[in-house]
Structure formats: structure tokens, C-alpha cells
């Protein structure tokens, strides 16, 4: 290993804030205090990228570990995030003029930025530029999103404690509706433009016996006909009906079955919203039932009540490893998570792979999880997502499933 170079540590958190984000930075501030001959001063960007360009810097000495340790239980983006779009360095380079003289002013080494697809793009295009420039810096990157669609990466931080919440809201929505002998056709829409990795976690609601009905992902073509033959059968049936719905749903051609608008966000990906309001209005005028329409919306990745704490542990362990990581002279790299189950128990590796491989790219819910109606996901992926949502501390729960009272 080479020797550190002695210099001071700049955090950043990006696009989506998620219930743990603020865990990977706790983590990153607690391993860089143990290494006062090295780390002079630690820094976070405030909201991100921004923050840096216009060397508007937290200077997180301010802090005591025990006030910094509420990060763990704090949900958000504590120090603020961005969704700032990063040209390339080729095309125009004021905005990376103004980042190298920011770090060479406060003395930055050790660039570590909290993010998803887009973040580690950037992370990416700031180490290729410094390394142009000469300016000697460690960038890592720390792997943060709820819809868990980094490639190479088992599961991302903030997804365990996203899919807590919607199993158990669709809990919640179904024990409501079988109070009644009657009860409506209710539609849930879940985030997820082109993965549905948090759809598919709503299947976990079945391990208490309040599984929905209907499960749609991206990853399946939707056909609105099938869809509404689907719901007539279970609802004339059981006078009930569950759906789970991700927004991105596509139909045979990839197109969004329901785009709000043609506006697009920064990075051009369009600005979804309204699926399961829509499919209920479509319900309601074809058949007559009774519906009610859920956006889960930005409490899926604000769920700071029961999060997993799984999903908070290796959040924490995420940050500690990139920091450390960098000091050993890592850069342009990324902390992955791999799966390793020793003697039938779950078990995590931390290692790295460079950031170019994961930028910009998606990794979507494998087909086998969908069944061959293309309409529910099979009980394979339970395997996968309960070992991540699982709390043995909180009675309340079994299996991270509210453990619930049975007629």
C-alpha cells in the first residue's frame, strides 16, 4: 500500500435521498477521525455538486461523534443533495475549473461521493479530469439508491429499508380493505422508471398472509386488456383486489404506458407519475367497481420509522470502506456489496470495482422473479429480499413483516 497522501476529505451526497444516505456518511466522518495524522480537516459539499462548485463547504469539525451518530436515525439528505447535471470535461470545462480550484484551495485528497447511476458519472468524470490536470485526488464512490439498479452490486443501500416500507404498507391497505365483506380494487404505484426491484418487494407481504393480488414491473410488457381481464376475474371472485404497479410500466413497444407529461428531468429521463390513478379511473369506467389509488411517493425512501437495520449496518460499513479505501490510494472506484451465504446464512463481501462500470448503467429485476402471466413475481425472489429486511430486535415484527393477528 502506498503511502498516504496527508490532505483533507470531502463528502457529497447525490440525486434520490434514501432513509440510510446519512448512515454512509456517518460512516465516512467516524473512520476519518481515526486518522488525525493524515485527515486535517472533513468536509461535506452542501447539496452536493453545487456545494463544490460554489465552495459552499460544511466543515464537519463543527461536530461532536455523539451529535453526528443522530445521522444513523435521520432520514433525507442531512447535508443536502442535487441532481446537477455534469457536462463532460471535452465539450466545456469552467464547471471542473471551478472544482480543482475549490479542492486545491481547502487542500482536498479524498473525494467521496453518496450516490446512484448519475452520481457515479460524476464521481467518474472529476477523477479523469483531475488525473488530466495533475491534481493528485482519490475519488470513491458510495453506492446509495432505492431502486437498487447499480450493476455488480448485490443490493444498494436504502433499498432493504424502502421495501420494509412498501411490504408493509401494502399490509396496512390490505387488512384495511378486508374489514369490509366488500371491499374496492386498490392500486398501488411503486417507484421504479425501468427496474422493479421496489414492486417486486411488495411480494414480501405474503410472508403475512396479505400478499397483493397483482404484481406489474418494467421488465414485463403490460397489456391493458390482460390487465383488466385480471382484475374482473379476482374481483368478481373475492370482492377484493390488491395491485402493485411500478411507474415505469411499458407496453410491447417500451413505451411508458402513462407519462405525465413530455417534460424530462436534467439527465432526460421522463417525468412519470399518475399510473395508478389512471388505471382506476380506466377500472372504474369499464366495470363500475369501487377504487382508490396509492402514491407511495417519496415515503418509500424517507422511512425513518422502521427502517431495516441491516440496511443502516452495512450503510455505515459502506462509508467506513470507501474512506479507508481511498486513503490506500483507490481511486475512481466504487464499493460493491456480493452476496456470500456460508452455511446458509447471509453474509456480505465489501469490495471494489471502477466507477465506469457502473455509471450510467441499470441493472434490472432478472426475468426469472416474473412469472409467465407477467403479472406477479415468483416466490424466488423472496429468497433474495428477506434476508435484507429481517430485525430480530423490534417485536413488532417477524421477518420484518408486522407480525399481525389472524382471524
Not at 64 to 85: C, H, Q
Not at 297 to 314: C, M
Amino acid at each position: 500500500m502506498k503511502q498516504a497522501l496527508i490532505g483533507n476529505v470531502i463528502y457529497g451526497q447525490s440525486g434520490g435521498p434514501t432513509s440510510v444516505i446519512n448512515s454512509s456518511a456517518y460512516g465516512v466522518i467516524k473512520e476519518a477521525r481515526k486518522y488525525p495524522s493524515i485527515i486535517n480537516k472533513i468536509y461535506a459539499m452542501h447539496f452536493g455538486l453545487e456545494g463544490l462548485l460554489n465552495e459552499d463547504l460544511i466543515d464537519l469539525d463543527n461536530y461532536s461523534l455523539e451529535e453526528l451518530k443522530k445521522l444513523t436515525n435521520t432520514p433525507g439528505a442531512a447535508f443536502g443533495s442535487n441532481r446537477y447535471k455534469l457536462a463532460h470535461y471535452s465539450k466545456d470545462e469552467a464547471d471542473y475549473i471551478k472544482i480543482i480550484n475549490t479542492l486545491k484551495k481547502f487542500n482536498i485528497r479524498y473525494l467521496l461521493y453518496n450516490g446512484g447511476n448519475d452520481s457515479m458519472d460524476t464521481i467518474h468524470k472529476i477523477s479523469e479530469y483531475a488525473k488530466k490536470v495533475g491534481y493528485e485526488l482519490y475519488c470513491v464512490g458510495i453506492p446509495k439508491t432505492i431502486d437498487n439498479d447499480l450493476p455488480f452490486i448485490d443490493h444498494t443501500a436504502g433499498y432493504a429499508s424502502a421495501i420494509k416500507f412498501i411490504a408493509n404498507a401494502v399490509s396496512e391497505i390490505y387488512l384495511d380493505d378486508h374489514s369490509y365483506k366488500v371491499g374496492r380494487v386498490n392500486i398501488v404505484e411503486i417507484m421504479g422508471r425501468n427496474a422493479g426491484w421496489l414492486t417486486a418487494g411488495s411480494l414480501l407481504s405474503k410472508l403475512n398472509g396479505t400478499a397483493p393480488d397483482l404484481i406489474y414491473v418494467p421488465e414485463a410488457v403490460f397489456n391493458i386488456q390482460n390487465f383488466l381481464n385480471d382484475v374482473h376475474k379476482i374481483y368478481e371472485k373475492n370482492k377484493h383486489c390488491l395491485v402493485c404497479v411500478s411507474e415505469g410500466i411499458k407496453d410491447e413497444n417500451g413505451n411508458f404506458i402513462f407519462e405525465m407529461s413530455d417534460l424530462k428531468d436534467k439527465f432526460g429521463h421522463t417525468q412519470l407519475g399518475g399510473v395508478a390513478n389512471r388505471l382506476s379511473k380506466i377500472i372504474e369506467k369499464e366495470f363500475g367497481y369501487k377504487t382508490r389509488a396509492f402514491e407511495l411517493s417519496l415515503l418509500q425512501r424517507a422511512n425513518s420509522i422502521v427502517p431495516s437495520s441491516i440496511d443502516i449496518k452495512e450503510a455505515i460499513k459502506v462509508g467506513e470502506i470507501a474512506l479507508k479505501k481511498a486513503l490506500q490510494g483507490e481511486n475512481d472506484k466504487i464499493i460493491t456489496l456480493k452476496r456470500n451465504k456460508a452455511n446458509g446464512k447471509y453474509r456480505i463481501k465489501y469490495d471494489l470495482i471502477d466507477i465506469s462500470l457502473v455509471a450510467n448503467k441499470e441493472k434490472y429485476l432478472p426475468l426469472t422473479y416474473i412469472n409467465s402471466n407477467l403479472n406477479y413475481i415468483n416466490d424466488s425472489f423472496l429468497d433474495y429480499a428477506l434476508p435484507l429486511i429481517k430485525d430480530k430486535d423490534n417485536k413488532l415484527f417477524k421477518d420484518g413483516l408486522l407480525d399481525i393477528f389472524k382471524l
